[in-house]
């Protein structure tokens, strides 16, 4: 529904959240989704179980039999090195339980675009013997982190 109908008749909108979530369309910006409570937190207490519970069985894994479940879900890892490949699933399992804690799944969204981005390198030869070599030239002064 149009963000015009909430302010117009809220009532109305209420009702359709107690069917269901209802997306919210804004001209000036993204979508809101309203939800009702009780849903939410159970969605949220059921994902944080959830979490928890594969978080645990990834752990209690040896590396490489956790790396080859992690392979079949995400097929790009299987170009890390093994080494690489158990460190991912050491990383998958600390952001699958910091998520889960926090309630925001961009921490373990970043980590797989992170480890995504690291397997594109090792599928280009080329690149990763770029990337592995000695630097040969300065390339100058680092700028301090702070931009200063």
Not at 12 to 35: E, I, N
Not at 44 to 63: E, Q, T
Not at 114 to 119: D, F, L, N, Q, S
């Amino acid at each position: 529904m149009q963000w015009s109908e909430l302010q117009r008749d809220p009532k109305s909108v209420a009702a359709l959240a107690d069917q269901g979530d209802v997306r919210v369309r804004r001209r000036d910006g993204v979508p809101l989704l309203l939800v009702r409570e009780d849903t939410a937190v159970s969605a949220a207490d059921g994902a944080v179980s959830a979490a928890r519970a594969l978080r645990n069985a990834l752990a209690h894994l040896p590396g490489e039999a956790a790396a080859d479940v992690l392979v079949e879900e995400f097929p790009w890892a299987d170009l890390l090195p093994v080494a690489d490949r158990v460190q991912f699933v050491a990383d998958f399992i600390r952001a699958v339980g910091a998520s889960a804690e926090l309630g925001r799944w961009s921490v373990l969204a970043q980590v797989l675009v992170e480890w995504r981005a690291t397997a594109a390198v090792y599928a280009d030869p080329v690149l990763v013997g770029e990337l592995s070599g000695p630097l040969e030239d300065d390339l100058g002064p680092v700028p301090a982190p702070n931009g200063s």
